[in-house]
């Protein structure tokens, strides 16, 4: 077996994996935001039909991989590994639909970094000749996350301007050793990052670390800079984790001007809908990667893209034992080939 | 590339990683049980200096990273992916310790399964050619278990005769591309399975139809039977599941008697310590393979063993809402080449 390794954190696929479909799926607000053309469903009732919210998040997961197996003409039978995710506690949103699918699962917890670390694992099972095809899927909920992290939605508490919105969807890519398509060229493995950030309701601060690490090893494993890409896009870090950032790679002279957005930004519009530092959770990059990015490179308005999912490592728990919250990013290379 | 996989869940490793080294923590009651010689810290502070019982998980994972790679002679430079997880919300035991070691870092949730899966895991990057040298790694907790779980400690609730006792302790192994040691030969990457157990009292029972299906899947992926293995050891079904899975192959006329263990019942002496079914959590397979099993195989006790993970994929609200109880089981297969 060759190596398919290049400097202290990135993997360079010999075998490169096809996005061969995606699909996204999300709720009332993603229906009203900028992006809402290109998800495959949206549905304005926040509980889809089930009797509660953590159910709600494993029928979007449902809904996305049936979705996605359709688009790509397959059968659950002809996945040969799902990795996936969510931020539930013990990950059952993700767990609970797998109940019904009988796909060889391997669960993962990257917190919002899932997307891009599903990417990265079914990658490397497709190009080390482990798989034939996989799924990469994630999901969060704006209402099981409140109720989790923060508050139940009925106390009405405060948000602080720093807060994030976390998204209600769900992503799946379905990626296959042949094909046609996007395909994924290169990952950089992300560090865990700590620059002491405690303030639960500032996730962009205490992961903007994490994704200037990450894009920073990335361009030195591989001996390139942003130009490299059309498009570099992080997972949810939202405006002002996105400005911290740029600031970090301006200090260094690295110009990230008109290359570099953020997909917490992107999904909501933030002078009509009312949240405050943008989009976050699992669902966040995952919708905006399988709807919005995927039928722009299909388009071909972008060739390359570096999609960095961003997760902060935190709990209640973490929170409340007075612990700063570390950040991780996982980088993934997306390319169309001629 | 060439195909490493057979059947439809089986993975056959054509570089075969070595287990390089491994390390066994644990705390009181492990140190009271039968297998404590083969530990390399045994503390009989439940907190190991720490001010809470989640600080200890991640102190213990600190310990048992530090043990294997001063072991194998390496630093955390020479590690170019660490795989882990644990049970804790948000997985903090984990993501905290990755905070001091600078090691790329994916995470994972299998519950109790984790110590396979991320031994799974990393066999796949070494084999693929994605790294030259993994770590697998996990822990659990007795007393942040069923304070998460279940009910804090100080409400003295009673535990029925099928409940387990979580395992508190961490377990670490070092892999390589290159070296000497058991070597990891196949792997097959369970499905969840779902027989409707809602006893959150009984995680026996609820795991036990995951590791039949992997086992039986195992099997007839491979075409060999349990005789194929000196050892074939389950994670964590305790007395119960254990009996179970042993029942479920007689019916299928397949014996197992002789050959089949699980480490839930090994860690404990049912006797003198009062456990109930027996040993569970992430810790529980994790300190047996990592501790006894390890050096047994050394000392040529054991030439080839199966060793799978099982892990019940509940929380507290899935519980709550009345679902029932999916598992998982993930198979590793080791042996001893001459």
Not at 11 to 37: D, N, S
Not at 149 to 165: E, M
Not at 179 to 203: E, L, Q
Request: aromatic content about 8%; glycine content about 12%.
């Amino acid at each position: 077996m060759s190596v398919q390794r290049t400097g202290r954190q990135t993997l360079v696929f010999q075998h490169r994996p096809v996005l061969l479909t995606t699909a996204a799926v999300g709720g009332k607000k993603e229906l009203e935001g900028p992006l809402h053309q290109w998800f495959d469903h949206l549905n304005p009732d926040t509980k889809f039909g089930q009797p509660s919210w953590e159910k709600a998040e494993t029928q979007m997961q449902s809904l996305a991989v049936q979705t996605a197996l359709e688009k790509a003409h397959l059968q659950s039978k002809d996945i040969d590994i799902l990795f996936g995710g969510d931020l539930l506690n013990q990950c059952i949103g993700t767990s609970f639909c797998l109940r019904d699918l009988s796909i060889p699962f391997l669960g993962l917890y990257g917190a919002c970094s899932t997307m891009a670390e599903s990417l990265l694992l079914g990658s490397m099972a497709i190009s080390g000749g482990f798989a034939q095809r996989v799924i990469a899927m994630t999901s969060s909920h704006f209402a099981s996350a409140e109720r989790q992290y923060r508050f139940p939605l009925v106390y009405g508490g405060q948000r602080p301007p720093t807060a994030q919105w976390t998204v209600t969807g769900s992503g799946c890519a379905v990626l296959g050793r042949e094909g046609s398509g996007p395909r994924i060229t290169a990952a950089t493995i992300g560090r865990v990052v700590d620059w002491g950030i405690k303030d639960a309701n500032n996730m962009g601060a205490a992961m903007a670390p994490a994704a200037y690490d990450t894009l920073t090893q990335h361009f030195k494993d591989l001996n390139i800079g942003p130009d490299a890409y059309d498009l570099i896009v992080t997972g949810d870090l939202g405006q002002l984790g996105w400005q911290i950032v740029g600031d970090l790679f301006a200090k260094d002279g690295i110009a990230m001007d008109g290359v570099y957005q953020d997909c917490g930004i992107m999904i909501y519009d933030q002078k009509t809908q009312d949240v405050h530092a943008g989009g976050s959770g699992c669902g966040c990059s995952a919708v905006v990667l399988c709807g919005y990015l995927y039928r722009q490179m299909l388009e071909h308005r972008y060739r390359k893209i570096l999609f960095c999912g961003t997760g902060a490592l935190l709990s209640p728990t973490s929170t409340q034992q007075k612990e700063s919250t570390p950040g991780i990013c996982h980088a993934i290379a997306i390319e169309l080939e001629d």
